[in-house]
T-cell receptor, first 113, second 111 residues
Framework: EPEVTQTPSHQVTQMGQEVILRCVPI?????FYWYRQILGQKVEFLVS????????KSEIFDDQFSVERPDGSNFTLKIRSTKLEDSAMYFC???????????FGQGTRLTVV | QQQVKQSPQSLIVQKGGISIINCAYE??????FPWYQQFPGKGPALLIA?????SEKKEGRFTISFNKSAKQFSLHIMDSQPGDSATYFC??????????FGQGTRLTINP
């Protein structure tokens, strides 16, 4: 069964450092998303991406965040200068087209120290 | 207006019982209402979803009931099993893109 793959599963980084979280969406999917979940809280939307551009972003997704699809398979989330409050589980998701179900990856646990 | 309110926060049900989780939304533009199941350390997995043109959808032991006028929807798990113990999230969106999640319900099924 096709699945969304995320690497690494856990990343520890120093405050102020840049991190890149990687995702391989399901191969025939065209819409890509990043969500985050702070420990014990709800899942929050960060950004959606289609046709090589951001289609929607939340208030959380400020100038410290960027997304990129550098090749035909990967979808990345970059945090330029991490803060302690960026510590969370980050989930990548993809859907085959608009208005269809999104499939989530296993997540990357980001710990900022 | 973008909020989805979910209750209860936690729920304990005996094996074989019915688990019921409720959600309410405010944005009448929402047209897609999925439920996700999440096990510890895993990503949310789609369980079942409904659109507002129907009032109920059933898949196996899982049923969504949808009340458009009250802006509420609920998940019923019939014959609950210990393997159903997980955190359940309701969500809502317009066009199934930007999902707005509820706070989650930690469900425990006692054997």
């Amino acid at each position: 069964e096709p699945e969304v793959t995320q690497t690494p599963s856990h990343q520890v980084t120093q405050m102020g450092q840049e991190v890149i979280l990687r995702c391989v969406p399901i191969s025939n999917h065209l819409y890509f998303y990043w969500y985050r979940q702070i420990l014990g809280q709800k899942v929050e939307f960060l950004v959606s991406f289609y046709n090589n551009e951001i289609s929607e972003k939340s208030e959380i997704f400020d100038d410290q965040f960027s997304v990129e699809r550098p090749d035909g398979s990967n979808f990345t989330l970059k945090i330029r200068s991490t803060k302690l409050e960026d510590s969370a589980m980050y989930f990548c998701a993809s859907s085959v087209r608009q208005n269809t179900e999104a499939f989530f990856g296993q997540g990357t646990r980001l710990t900022v120290v | 207006q973008q909020q989805v309110k979910q209750s209860p926060q936690s729920l304990i049900v005996q094996k074989g019982g019915i688990s019921i989780i409720n959600c309410a939304y405010e944005n009448t533009a929402f047209d897609y209402f999925p439920w996700y199941q999440q096990f510890p350390g895993k990503g949310p997995a789609l369980l079942i979803a409904i659109r507002p043109d129907v009032s109920e959808k059933k898949e196996g032991r899982f049923t969504i009931s949808f009340n458009k006028s009250a802006k509420q929807f609920s998940l019923h798990i019939m014959d609950s099993q210990p393997g159903d113990s997980a955190t359940y999230f309701c969500a809502a969106s317009q066009g199934a893109q930007k999902l707005v999640f509820g706070q989650g319900t930690r469900l425990t099924i006692n054997p």
